[in-house]
Every structure is written in C-alpha cells, then in structure tokens.
Nanobody, 120 residues
Framework: QVRLVESGGGLVQAGGSLKLSCEAT????????MGWYRQAPGKQRELVAD???????NYVDFVKGRFTISRDNAKNTVYLQMNSLKPEDTAVYYC??????????????WGQGTLVTVSS
C-alpha cells in the first residue's frame, strides 16, 4: 500500500511565504513525476507545478517567479516553496505522484489536500 501525506498549509498574510511538503510512503519501487495542484472554492482543480524524476520543472504562468517545486528522492518527498503569496493563491493544495510499487504496478496518487489561506 502506498499513501501520500501532505503538510505545511495554513493562514498567511499577503506577501508572506509557506512551504508545503508531501511524502510518499509504503511499498515504493520508484517515483516518476511529482506535482502540485490546487483547487479554489467554486473552481476546477488546476496544475501549479510539476517535477520529473530527473529534476526538470514546469510551472504555470501565475506562479512563475514566486513558487519553487523541488524533490528529495531519498525521502520520497516533494516540496512547494511559495513566496510573495497573494489572496488569489487561496486554495486547497494537492500533491500528485506517480509511483511504481514493489509489485511493479504503476499508481497515480493524490494527497489529502492542505488548505492555504492568504489574507489581504
């Protein structure tokens, strides 16, 4: 069994920073892409950033220059450093990870979500 555990959300003032973490645990053979999505109230879930197993990153325009995605392969963990936060960044943030289990089965998993609230 493989699961994702997120942490790091909370309430912050505009201009502040938060760092999200997402650890994959369980019967993992390897991890491929890792990413972060977000869903604001009344809106669809959208990609924020992702990172390949080789470390190549991709960001959507509205977070470029403010957010940084990184991963620690030894810890099976992906991070999202969020700086210069804006009220419009308020959302539930979800990590998304594609793993190969020790049974050589590919799984795409979602974290439980962590709420980020940015006050003006």
């Amino acid at each position: 069994q493989v699961r994702l555990v997120e942490s790091g959300g909370g309430l912050v003032q505009a201009g502040g920073s938060l760092k999200l973490s997402c650890e994959a645990t369980g019967s993992i053979f390897s991890i491929n892409a890792m990413g972060w999505y977000r869903q604001a109230p009344g809106k669809q879930r959208e990609l924020v950033a992702d990172i390949t197993s080789g470390g190549s990153t991709n960001y959507v325009d509205f977070v470029k220059g403010r957010f940084t995605i990184s991963r620690d392969n030894a810890k099976n963990t992906v991070y999202l450093q969020m700086n210069s936060l804006k009220p419009e960044d308020t959302a539930v943030y979800y990590c998304n990870v594609r793993v190969m289990t020790t049974a050589y089965v590919y799984l795409t998993l979602w974290g439980q979500g962590t709420l980020v609230t940015v006050s003006s």
